[in-house]
């Protein structure tokens, strides 16, 4: 296999010594394989799967979690069936949700702690603190004394 994928261009390939070919392919078409005969290009393509299918002439059938895709009308990879999670969920159906507080990736500041939940995470602000204008901001105690 010399190219691969989706092409989504028109393009002038020039592959081994000066031979070159110009591709015209178009989104919804997959390429996975070119072969070479005669040191002529030909590109195999296909339409692109709908519907959840993957494979050549799309005879596989996705299982991923539509509600935890990146996209619900098509959640796996048109061509290898890899499912494709939202930013929330990975696995190989999308169904283990990402602990951002776990691995680092929350936005949390100094003053709150990060809390796991479906779908993200939140910041509540720690003790001693409450939210100000978008921020933990430290709570100010006055003690006035009554003589």
């Given at each position: 296999m010399l190219l691969s994928g989706y092409i989504v261009s028109?393009?002038?390939?020039?592959?081994i010594e000066g031979m070159c070919v110009v591709a015209i392919v178009y989104a919804s078409l997959y390429c996975p394989d070119v072969k070479v005969i005669h040191h002529?290009?030909?590109?195999?393509?296909?339409?692109?799967?709908?519907?959840?299918?993957f494979g050549k002439a799309c005879v596989g059938t996705c299982n991923c979690n539509a509600t935890?895709?990146?996209n619900a009308a098509q959640t796996c990879n048109a061509a290898t069936g890899v499912c494709v999670c939202n930013q929330y969920w990975m696995g190989t159906t999308c169904d283990t949700d990402i602990d951002e507080c776990t691995a680092g990736t929350h936005t949390c500041t100094a003053d709150s702690t990060c809390a796991n939940r479906v779908n993200g995470y939140d910041c509540p602000c720690d003790r001693g603190f409450i939210l100000n204008s978008g921020a933990c901001a430290g709570i100010m105690f006055r003690v006035f004394f009554v003589l």
């Amino acid at each position: 296999m010399l190219l691969s994928g989706y092409i989504v261009s028109v393009q002038q390939l020039c592959l081994i010594e000066g031979m070159c070919v110009v591709a015209i392919v178009y989104a919804s078409l997959y390429c996975p394989d070119v072969k070479v005969i005669h040191h002529i290009y030909i590109f195999v393509c296909f339409t692109a799967c709908p519907s959840n299918k993957f494979g050549k002439a799309c005879v596989g059938t996705c299982n991923c979690n539509a509600t935890n895709a990146a996209n619900a009308a098509q959640t796996c990879n048109a061509a290898t069936g890899v499912c494709v999670c939202n930013q929330y969920w990975m696995g190989t159906t999308c169904d283990t949700d990402i602990d951002e507080c776990t691995a680092g990736t929350h936005t949390c500041t100094a003053d709150s702690t990060c809390a796991n939940r479906v779908n993200g995470y939140d910041c509540p602000c720690d003790r001693g603190f409450i939210l100000n204008s978008g921020a933990c901001a430290g709570i100010m105690f006055r003690v006035f004394f009554v003589l």
